[in-house]
């Protein structure tokens, strides 16, 4: 049990993700089971660490979950906020995506794998990503929003000069996955 208690954690976020397309965004419901998502993405990798249970099967589960939290979270909240944000910020949250999808994709079809890397910008986008359920309804959302977009750009840039940089590296999954 405690070899496989941070994927079980993990796996646990995903249920909990696919169980967030049947309640009602921003319900009691809603809430309780996004904190639960959230909380268990940060603790899968502290209990990894610290049982020193790491492995490259709980990063990839650990990708998998997080790319599947914001899929889910972009058809639900997205789907929500198109009543509150301006024009020009859908724009840029289309582009920021797009900018990802490529990188996943790009490094997908060169390396046989879909991870990115753990950066300090990936996850201060990640956090801040999820407070956003927290504000829809508030007057900050458009400023919160432009933040998490700047923060994700710097993130994405980050990822593209990365993937330049370690493109001739075949063999090796991209370091600090």
Known sequence: MKKNLANIITLSRLVGTFALLFTNVLSARFFLIYIWCGVSDVLDGYVA????????????????SDLSFYTVMMIMIFR??????????WILIYLAVGVR?????????????????????NKITSFMMFFLPFVVESRFLTPYSLMILLVAFVSNFEEIIYIAQNWDDKDQTLKGA
């Open 49 to 64: 660490r610290t049982l020193k249970t790491t492995s490259t099967l709980g990063s990839k589960l650990d990708s998998i």
């Open 80 to 89: 929500h906020l198109r009543k509150y944000l301006p024009h020009y910020v």
């Open 101 to 121: 999808a490529l990188c996943y994709v790009a490094v997908g079809l060169h390396k046989g794998c879909f991870e990115s890397r753990h950066t300090v910008f």
